[in-house]
């Protein structure tokens, strides 16, 4: 036994994967998400059929009559009390309490032998105090998660038959063969309700949930789960690869570190993203080739006190206009090493090194390099989610300069330092945002 408990263990290490996102839905979650599944159920369950049922009975003085009862239909479902609790290390276990409803059913019977006496009535029925319990393990197929009824129990407790058109003692036989037959009819109708809808809704729809995103043909975002969901004390977590994968290689060059975030209990869903996450990301890109770019001098706004040109430059860097007086110029930024990203409690800083390259446009429109400054930048970012996207938000924090090559003799980087400085704050970050 201890054999086949540490050979599971070691299956389950194995098969694991740390993940780039996790997904959390606390239990202020999972209340709102039973609320609209529990609203859904009781669409499905209104005007739900009852099968029909027949048989054979014998009846004091009649003798043997043949019966049947048909057209039973379940209305006016009420689910008055209802809790979702998660079950550490397990699952998902719900209750709905005081359920009540009316059921209408048609009834018939005739008498075997001559003369073939024959009649038929209404019932009526009342069920009141009834509950549904309800099992749910979740798991993850494909990526995606999959739920499974591991338990499903219904315990009618009060059920009343009332009788529209027969005698007494032709009621009486009804009550004593059909109670029993309506409890379990009732029974089965609700709990293949539950499991159709989970089976073959629920779970369908989960398993079209992407789980890869293209990305401009560049990278591929894997979405999907990469183990099993995780239940705790009041939340489950959902994790995810989490990466970036370049195309069409399929390739990254990076194993995910261990990854825990912490729970909050005041929101219904978290989303918490590893620096695995954007190292991908900054890979993907950067072996791409996507980590540069070029600004010219019409993407920079009219109300921009310092524009592309070499006149505006004149009073922080004279040799440049000396040269070229008056002529458009082009900036290329270009990344020389993949940009690393840590997290902290205000957001994501990220810091990359590159290559500034300002250039001229001559009058021929051909463009000739005027200097190369090298560059350290760093930049902090935050994330928030407004209706269906995410989105992220980059703001300045520093840099550092030195000049690597000049085409225009040489000068202190100091003396545009303030003029780089306004560029990438009000030209640069606003562009990448």
Known sequence: MRVLLA????????????????????QNGLNFAKTVALEILNQKLQNLALPTEAGVADVPVLGKIDWDVYDGVVSDIKFPVSTIQIVAGQGLYVTVQGIAANIVMRWHYRRADWPHLSG???????????????????????????????????????????????????YNLFIDILKGLIVKDIENAVSNVIRNEIDNNLNKQLANLPVN??????????????????????????PEFGEFILLPNRVSPFSPP?????VSSSYMLELSISPYLLDTASWAFFTAGYMQGTIKADQVPDTSPIQLNTSSWSTFLPALSAKYPNNLMQVTLKADAVPTA????????????????????LANKEVVPAFTLGVTLSATGTASVSGQKISGKLMYLSDSFYLKASYIGPFNPANIETLLKFALSGVVIPYLN
């Open 213 to 238: 995103q293209n990305i401009i043909n560049i990278a591929e975002l894997e979405l999907g789960l990469s183990s099993p969901p995780v239940f705790g004390s009041g939340y489950a977590t959902f």
């Open 342 to 361: 840590t997290f902290s409690a205000s957001g994501v800083t990220v810091t990359g090194t590159g290559e500034i390259d300002i250039f001229v446009v």
């Open 258 to 262: 261990p990854f825990l975030a912490p």
């Open 7 to 26: 050979l599971s263990l070691l299956i389950v290490t194995v098969l694991s994967v740390n993940p780039g996102i996790q997904t959390t839905l606390t």
């Open 120 to 170: 038929s009535g209404l019932f009526t029925i009342d069920l009141a105090s009834t509950t549904i319990e309800i099992r749910l393990g979740i798991t993850e197929v494909a990526g995606k998660p999959n739920l499974i009824v591991q338990a499903l129990g219904l315990n009618i407790g009060h059920l009343s038959i009332h009788d529209s058109g027969g005698a007494d003692w032709l």
